[in-house]
């Protein structure tokens, strides 16, 4: 089990209605794409999950979106201020693909630009809900982009290995398209390690918690 | 002695948590397999949490064959944490199990309709199923939690796991519906403390047996206030999904508290907020 470590913020930049929070990373390992860690949110009794965004050297950096009052503390937090970091956790993405295409949606796009890193800049196609929500792709570059109404998987050419995280109409709307399509879930989560059974999700017919056997699932 | 609460930690997925306890507490096992309420299972509060996981477990027959040789291996005191749906669902577990530390009886979840029977008839059953140490888990949420600890005690129960969540409830601010699926969950954390310390003030005035404290301890300083109503033990529950150094962190801030009011052996403060004493803070310190 990975350490959970004080780390101190480097920079909280907006980017679009989302803010790219980036820490010192020190000793910690940035895991696998797809992997998350639990970021302290100032001022609230529990820590809450991210993806991965980025590993500069020295840097781990979350893209977050302020949605709730945890979100917004994180998304608030100033150069020099320290929180407590825990991770890698969970399963991250498999990287053995031979034709991968990155899908993302909204703030699901979070674990992509990593996960581009390791596959070698594949293509990507990414959909918002707003030019607003759009900026985030300057996080992608070469993606392609759908703004609503169009919808990302209009953008999904076939013969692809799918590796996707989004919004959950979006994933069953590519799991639908793309059976063994890669697929990055998000649940409520109090721990990330297993000890709450909150973030449980039915996987193969039966409840399993995602933190332990995701996020990343395969389609089925 | 420092417990987890039970449903707060998976010795299995993190065993190396589970070593840094002197006992670690199972989550709730049923004669059925079950698994749990639909999700939004949990959510935040103000100074606590929700929730309503809804007693999800592998069951009685799959935890013995497959569950409990595992936990054997980490070589930790276990505490089986038993429920049911009525007192023969206790009474059966409680007979199937042998070589633990101790069988907790949960009476008191707030997730699941709750057996007919009263704490203190299906403590009688299980007393009579069982040579191992019984402790009865009761909720705060009874008008006399002390005449339930006393009425368990004369049924058999040979210590008392104190508090249980409480029921709650917490509504989206957008759409007004309630956050979990189930509508309620149980209620944990720090909000939780004083309700705690006051179930074990009354229960250690009301009974002689030992009382595992718990309830929103998140320092050292709550564990210790804990002992001083009257816990013998004390556990970890919701401040281990934040903090899962919370272990040696607590057992450290609750040794340095005591120090710092001159205790020697914690065993002297248990119950301490029963006797009027002069205050601790004023006592000499004793000379190491």
Redesign the interface.
Known sequence: ?PR?ERRSVLAAEPVGPYVLLRLDRGEIDPGVPGQFF?L?APG????RALSLCLAPPGELAFLIDPVGP?TAALCELEPGDTI?V?GPLGNGFRLDVDRPLLVGGGIGIAPLPYLAEALRFPPAVLGFRSEHHAQAAALLPGAEIAIDPTLVTELIPEGHDVLACGPEPMLHAVRALCPGAQLAWE?????G?????????EIDG??KRLC?EGPVLRAA | MLLNASGCLDALTAPEIARRLDGFVTKTITPLPREGNAAPRIAETAHGMLNAIGLANPGRERFLSEHLPRLRELDVPLWISVGGFCAQDYADSCAALEDVEAIELNLSCPNVDEAAESAAEIVTVCRAATTLPLYAKLSAAHPDVAAVARAVADAGADGLSLVNTLRGMSLDPKTLAPVLARGTGGLSGPTLKPVALAAVHACFAATALPIVGMGGVTTGQDALELIACGARHVALGTVLFSDPDAPERVRDELNRAAEALGVVHLGDVCGRAHRSEKPLDIAPKVAA
């Open positions: 089990m959970r639990m302290e609230r009794l529990l820590p945890g407590a825990f649940a409520p989560m109090a721990c390690y297993g000890a709450c059974y909150g973030c449980a999700v039966e409840l332990v």
